[in-house]
Every structure is written in C-alpha cells, then in structure tokens.
C-alpha cells in the first residue's frame, strides 16, 4: 500500500513565534484554500485566501477552526496556533483528495479503459461519449475510504469482491451477450487475475456492457434467392437448418406462417441467413452507474453526483 506523502514545510507557521516563512505560509494557504475548494467540513463556512505568504488574522482563524474540528487541540487564541512540519495538522491537511496523489493513482488506468470504448463504440448509433470522469467519481465511491484501505489497491471497482456480485462472472465469461463489449484478451487476463488494474479493467467493461441495448437481429449473409424443394417430413425448422438459412425468411421469402402445411415438391425461396445478437442501442450512463450497483445502496448515485461534482471541480 502506497504511503501518503505529506506536503513539506521548513518551519512553523502561525501566530505567536512561528517564524511563517514565506514559502511555508504560501504552501499552507494553497492547502486551506484545497480543503475549502474539496468541501471539507473542518473549514466550512470558510473563503479562500490569497496565496501570497502573508500571515492574516483569517488564515490564523482559519487554522484554529481547522484544527479544533480536527481535535488537533488547538490554543483558546488564534493568534497562539502553530502548524508543525510534519505534524498532525500538515498530515489532515496532506489528506485532501486534492492533494493526496494517491486519490488519483488509477486515472492512467481509467483513462486507457474509457478511452478504448470510446474509440470502439464512438460511431455506435446512440453512443455518448463516456467520461472518464464519471469513472473516477465511481471508484471514489466504490473505496469511500480511499487510499487508506486495502480495497482501494485491491479492487478499487469491488467488483467481484462478494459471491452474490454476478459482474465478474458475467465479464470474465462473456455472459449476457457481453462478449461484444470485451475482447478475449480481457477475459482471459480476468480468468487470472480480477485485482489491481484489472480490477479497474473489469468495472468499466461491467458499465459499458449495462449500459449496452442488446437485441436478436437476422442477417442476411447472401442476398442472392435460392431454392428449395420440399420432400417429405420437410418442415421449416428442418429446411432452415439444412439450408443455412432461418425460419423467419423463409416464412417472409414466400409468404408462410409458422403453422403452413408444406406441400411435397413445392418450391420455397430462400437466402443464406442466420441470427445473431447485437449492440442496438445505448442507455444513459448514470443508468448504467446506477445498474452496476444492484440496488444496494439507495443513494449510490447521490453519491456518485457528490464525487463527481467534486472530481470536475478539479479534473
């Protein structure tokens, strides 16, 4: 597990006998001004603050705020706060998704999977153009938590964490008509190993496979007509099967119902047709979001809209 790696200054910063060197105060003013920009409660209510070095009895409210709804327990004064290099505060602060790096440590991985879709289906009739944004916002709320739990490097998409989860056995095995969504490359390397970057493989083949419309489609492989004499026991089913070809343009070819009576040598028009499954249309992605999570959890895609409001604010 990657460690966090906390935002360095030099010296104190603060009221009081801090020495608030420039370069400090400017780092710690950007920090405040990412945990308002994230929405982090500890400095609600709070505006951001120019990043010019200056110590102001805002930024001194600022961090006595922070740190007593952190319980960091700070002095009763603000002019009496001090942020230590290295210490607690520097560490909350170092946390803010904004900041942390490792918030962000499977965007490459998000990025390649979105954008391979996008270049596959980008013609498909009703395709919208997925964000990769949307991704990230998913992952944030799949590992609430975030970098600090284990899921977060282990299946940062949770997919197929739990037995009842049918996604990584519906991607992994082309199930549901998702093989034409994915390659068998992809399954194969699932078959393996469903964790890490694959995990995050594996989530975004399981959105685009639900937000895929899927429908029984006849294709005519040949168009030339061709003729078939009918013997006895000959039914339609039979003559499709013996002749490549389908009930359906059969029946439309020569203008039968299923229940005709076939007559011994009759001339019956046919082409060479089968029936295959297709990609016929695209739902909404937030539908898609919203199928992946099964309906475990009533307000998922509150906050989905929550991460990604956030995640834009940013990104």
Do not use: C
Request: a neutral charge; aromatic letters at 8%; proline letters at 4%.
């Amino acid at each position: 597990m990657t460690p966090l790696s906390i935002v360095k200054i030099g010296d104190t910063v603060g009221g009081g006998k801090a020495k608030n060197n420039l370069a400090d105060v400017k780092i710690v003013q950007g920090l405040f001004n990412d945990a308002i920009d994230f929405g982090d409660p500890a400095v609600h209510g709070l505006a951001a603050i120019p990043a010019d070095g200056k110590i102001s009895p805002t930024l001194l409210k600022m961090i006595q705020q922070y740190q007593r709804l952190k319980g960091l327990g700070p002095p009763a004064k603000p002019d009496d706060v001090v942020i230590d290099p290295g210490k607690g505060t520097m560490k909350h602060l170092s946390r803010n998704p904004y900041v942390d790096a490792r918030w962000s440590s499977w965007d490459d991985d998000i990025k390649t999977e979105v954008a391979s879709y996008n270049k596959k289906f980008g013609s498909s009739s009703g395709y919208s153009t997925l964000d990769w944004r949307l991704i990230k916002a998913q992952v944030w709320t799949e590992v609430k938590a975030g970098p600090d739990a284990g899921d977060w490097w282990s299946r940062p998409m949770q997919i197929g964490k739990f037995a009842s989860d049918k996604g990584l056995q519906v991607i992994r095995g082309g199930l549901d008509h998702s093989d034409l969504v994915t390659d068998q490359k992809l399954r194969d390397d699932l078959k393996k190993d469903s964790t890490g970057g694959n995990n995050i493989r594996a989530g975004v083949a399981y959105d685009v496979h639900l937000g895929a419309q899927y429908s029984r489609v006849e294709v005519i492989d040949q168009p030339a007509v061709k003729i078939h004499v009918v013997v006895k026991k000959d039914t339609l089913d039979s003559i499709a099967k013996a002749e490549s070809t389908t009930v359906h343009n059969l029946e439309s070819l020569n203008g039968l119902a299923s229940a005709s009576v076939l007559s011994l040598g009759q001339q019956l028009k046919f082409q060479l047709a089968h029936w295959e499954w297709q990609i016929s249309g695209w739902d909404p992605w937030t539908d898609a979001i919203e199928a992946y999570n099964g309906g475990g959890d009533p307000n998922y895609m509150t906050k989905i809209a929550a991460a990604l409001a956030k995640v834009k604010n940013r990104w």
